[in-house]
């Protein structure tokens, strides 16, 4: 764990981070996340993913879950769009704050703080998984998602911190692929400058 004090240092060591992608091993770490959550530096876009905002138009909202959820901007996004949102994160700040603001908006939603290992996906539970900005996918990810949604249930990712080229597409090769980007441009952290940013959204198949 590095120790930075004052808002200087921490976007300093944010911007390092972020050119692999946003920390994962520092992901685990509340004190770290609030830290970020509480900094007045504004490192990251505030409004939902937008990639999220497009895959949900247009379908009939369920039952979603928010991985990472932060300070709820996606959490709160979909509530605001009828869907039952469950959103966690290991950040008690970041959880805290999403649910004063959704008390000011008069929104309802399951916020836990908690990390994704300790978080029980259960089996055909979830509508829409979105997972943004969090951490790199795993080959096995595919399988553990596909489990926890239901039939038609969609994944949605967004990240800069990326692998090889089109290996995170070849795990959800079973999936129907509604959507898919690799490309430079402007990500949800650090948006001053472009980055390789990697998009999916994809479908759990009706049938097994």
């Known amino acids: 764990m590095i120790c930075v004090g004052g808002t200087q240092l921490l976007a300093a060591l944010l911007v390092i981070c972020s050119r692999g992608g946003v920390c994962w091993g520092q992901q685990d770490d509340a004190s770290y996340w609030n830290k970020v959550y509480r900094t007045d530096q504004s490192v990251f876009v505030h409004r939902p993913n937008a990639l999220l905002v497009s895959a949900v138009k247009g379908r009939q909202p369920g ?13 709160i996004f979909l509530a605001q769009q009828g ?37 029980d996906l259960g089996t055909a539970q979830w509508d829409l998984i979105v997972m943004t900005y969090i951490r790199r996918l795993r ?40 959507r898919f980007e690799d490309l430079e441009t402007t990500a949800d952290w650090h948006p001053d400058r472009p980055q390789r940013v990697e998009r999916l959204v994809a479908e759990k198949p009706a049938v097994d």
């Open 139 to 178: 080959a096995e990810d595919a399988d553990r998602f596909a489990r926890a949604l239901r039939p038609q249930g969609i994944f949605v990712y967004e990240n800069n911190n990326v692998g090889k080229p089109n290996e995170l597409v070849r795990y959800f090769l079973a999936w129907r692929i509604l």
């Open 63 to 75: 039952k979603a879950l928010d991985i990472g959820m932060g300070q709820g901007r996606n959490t």
């Open 83 to 119: 869907w039952e949102v469950t959103g966690f994160d290991p950040s008690d700040e970041g959880v805290r704050q999403a649910r004063d603001l959704a008390g000011k908006l008069g929104l309802h939603f399951r916020a836990l703080v908690t990390r994704e290992e300790d978080f």
